[in-house]
């Protein structure tokens, strides 16, 4: 009886190592994705920066004439020109944002002031020159572009508002973000950076934000009215004190214009940066740490907390755009393989962009060869993935 019991229990105990060796891990690593190409639409060697509409691809450029003057340009999926814009109204223009908003209108923003005039008075009589030395006519000068205007476009290219700004002090516009509640506009000074709102045409009183220590890339504005602020500091900000060398900054300000929150993204004697975000609050940045420098990833809550993270050694520089169904993209230039991704190898100078589900799986990655220095990106459900590098090429994935 007693070996019958043996017998018995050895029995199932085999077959349950049986059972649980074909059944699948829970702890399985998952498969690697495989690494698939961006494909150039056109190239714009004047393209300074870029959004994406649901249905065409907007880029701006700068040139200089009799004045200064703005090109906007509108391209479809294709690469075909759809429309074009010239920004001339006999003022010297200059845009140096621009933005897209939830209706598909185009946000732009920059500097103006009136062009010099040309000299008109005619001399009565000639200024004597017995040595017949030819003289140089002398340019007028360029007043300062002490007005910050912002442009809307509707997707058709027709102008439908601006306002205007006069400030004491030039300032450059570094970021703006636009929604049905009004639009937030980031202003950069030597001393600092400022926000200021503009709704119904009118620009609010401007908030500062730190000194030259504090310096912010990405601004979104909320849904109620407020914004989200996202850089670096090395001083202390709405009483938040330095605790790296250089901490990442998540700021939000309310819709009254004061300070409502601070997060400090830090690390022990090492340099963090927000770079980029989505309005869904993923933010992708750097971490230098001596001689180790990482891209980080991270999805955070309306209230700051974060709901997964990752890092990848990388350059350092790094774009964040939104996907479908609460993916993501991170746009970087790794320094080592990808864990998770297959077919792809360091290449000095050739980025990569990572797609995340919602629960921060690695679920795409897409390169090209010409996929260097990127500086704008967007995503559309029709055209896919859409990044404008520093020469001019625009590259699509056509992803879902």
Known sequence: MIARKNWLRKTLFTAA????????????????????PLVQITQDATAEAMVVTSKYIITYANF???????????????????????????????????????????????????APKAESTTATTGALNPDSINIE??????PDMKNITLWQFS??????????LTTLQPAIVDAISANATGTSVLLARDAGQSLASVKADSFSRELTLGTSKSKFTTVLRGSDGSTYLFGSSSETLGGKKLAGKVDGILMKVSKTGTIASVIRSSAPKAIRDWQSATTSLFLTGVVKSGNTI????TKFTSAFVPTWTNRFASTGLSLAVPGASGSVFAIFEPTSSLKGVSGWKVSKGQAVALQFDSKGAISGAFTSAQ??????????????LIVLTATGVILRAAVR
């Open 17 to 36: 190592v049986f059972a649980v060796a074909l059944a699948p891990s829970a702890g399985a690593a998952p498969k690697a994705v495989a690494i698939k």
């Open 137 to 142: 006519s002398t340019a007028a000068l360029r």
């Open 294 to 297: 990482e891209t980080a990833v």
């Open 371 to 384: 996929l260097n220095a990127p500086i704008a990106a967007g995503y559309s459900t029709d055209g896919g």
């Open 64 to 114: 200089v004439g009799q004045s200064a003057d703005i090109k906007l340009r509108a391209i479809d999926f294709t690469g075909a020109e759809i429309w074009s814009k010239t920004i001339d109204s006999g003022w010297d223009e200059v845009a140096t944002a621009i933005a897209v908003d939830a209706q598909g209108s185009i946000w732009l923003a920059g500097n103006s002031a009136a």
């Open 155 to 164: 997707v058709t290219g027709d102008l439908l508002s601006q306002a205007n």
